[in-house]
């Protein structure tokens, strides 16, 4: 299936019983490519690139799980289908990972707005997330979510440019509370390259 078309189908869903046989092998072999998508940005967030496969591994975990069974279906596929990059993307759940409820509280307190500070730096060109639009991410009193889903859309020539090993490649969030870029490493570019059609 063409990557710009690509989504989770009732098709793709196993029963609960057929997963839980293979959830152990699945989880496994997904590991060292959701390694390569894994970048930590700064003390306390990271960014964690999705794929088909990082999707329809959720989905059956939460089948799994809540054991919801068929009515729970459309609603797993209604949420994480929108997460899964589709040709001219990259997609990111962005998690602020801190343990100390407090402390957690009190930084999320000061990064109102982050959702529209997170970027990806491809040479010169910087390309700004943009949020998944299923929730607002920051409340009225300024407290933003610890997670988020931003969507990154790039040009062919950026495209181009991601894929050329010369090209420096950066992910940063340029929130005042939170200045931060990483680079990614060459095997991680590589992988995210196969995100584009």
């Known amino acids: 299936m063409p ?18 046989k293979v959830r152990k092998e699945r989880r496994a072999s997904l590991l060292p490519v959701k390694r390569l998508r894994r970048v930590e940005l ?6 964690y690139f999705e794929t088909f496969e990082t ?6 975990e939460m089948l799994l799980v809540e054991k919801g069974g068929e009515a729970q279906i459309a609603d797993e596929l209604s949420a994480y289908n929108p997460l899964i990059p589709q040709g001219d993307e990259l997609v990111a759940t962005v ?18 707005g982050a959702e529209d500070s997170f970027f990806i730096q491809i040479g010169a060109d910087k390309v700004m997330g943009v949020p998944e639009g299923d929730i607002e991410r920051t409340r009225e009193d300024g407290k933003t979510s610890s997670v988020h889903f931003l969507h990154f859309s790039l040009t062919e ?20 509370h939170y200045a931060h870029m990483a680079a990614l490493s060459p095997a991680a570019r590589a992988e995210l390259s196969k995100d584009f059609a």
């Open 95 to 112: 998690m602020f990972e801190i343990e100390d409820e407090r402390r957690r509280a009190a930084l999320l307190a000061r990064l109102g």
């Open 3 to 20: 990557a710009a078309q690509r989504q989770i189908t009732r098709a793709d869903i196993l029963p609960d019983a057929d997963f839980a």
């Open 42 to 47: 700064g003390p306390v967030c990271t960014f």
């Open 157 to 176: 020539a950026q495209k181009a440019k991601f894929r050329d090993p010369t090209t420096a490649i950066l992910v940063g969030c340029d929130h005042e």
């Open 55 to 60: 999707m329809l591994f959720q989905v059956q």
